[in-house]
């Protein structure tokens, strides 16, 4: 197998994985859209308690630790400018 066809079974690997991740998000979608907060909200806390158990028991650097941090205030400041923007068209 040469470079240019390991690359492409990488690629099309890739593309493979980010299609099941857009479907899987797409499900979860549907339920939280067809089911009450009390049904999903525990199961969603779950997940992220145990997203945030497995990174914590993973020995990380201080670095990546710090990016970790900077792209989650990033998310929490464009949540935060999503909210003030949705605020402000109710307002109109």
Not at 33 to 46: I, L, V
Request: hydrophobic share 30%; net charge negative.
């Amino acid at each position: 197998m040469s470079d240019s066809n390991a690359r492409e079974h990488l690629d099309a690997k890739h593309e493979q994985n980010r299609e099941q991740r857009i479907e899987a998000i797409k499900c979860w979608v549907e339920y939280i859209e067809s089911e009450p907060p009390e049904m999903w909200g525990p199961q969603q806390n779950a997940v992220v308690n145990d997203q945030l158990d497995a990174a914590q028991s993973v020995q990380t650097s201080a670095s990546h630790q710090q990016h970790v941090t900077a792209v989650a205030a990033e998310i929490l400041d464009v949540s935060d400018e999503s909210d003030d923007d949705s605020e402000s068209v109710t307002r109109d």
